[in-house]
């Protein structure tokens, strides 16, 4: 297995079965101009897109520069081999070598194999919390968007 950060609008589209949905190369490219986004993307023997892990630095005055581990994702033909560790490890290790201070993911407390995977990576529980979100119509500017609640 190889793992590589991704560089091209083409490596983030022919990776687009790892998603929830298909990528659009608009996205993908505000996706690589970003500075502090980073994708590393995991390659089986015959160079097929086996899994990927997508991370956000972020900064703030009292805590610095941390990652966020934003989304994992694994092949099905290729889980249960360690990709998903070795992608969490790759990022974790980008992470330090960026000076972030830590790095941190949001999970889903009944998403066993994703907890397993972060643990076996490292990763300790720092409390239970509940992620809430709001949902915008695409292209909306904010004003009158639909919103979760």
Known sequence: ????????????????????????????????AAPGHLMLIAYAEDGFPAGFVSGIEMVHPDKGVEMCLYELGVDEGHRRRGVGRALTEALVARARERGCRGAWVPVDTDNAPALATYRAAGAVDEGVFAMLGW???EGASGEGASGGG
């Open 135 to 137: 949902t915008f119509d």
């Open 1 to 32: 297995m190889d793992i590589r950060q991704a560089a091209t609008v083409a490596e983030l589209v022919a990776a687009e079965h790892l998603y929830d949905a298909p990528a659009r190369p608009a996205w993908a490219e505000r996706f690589l």
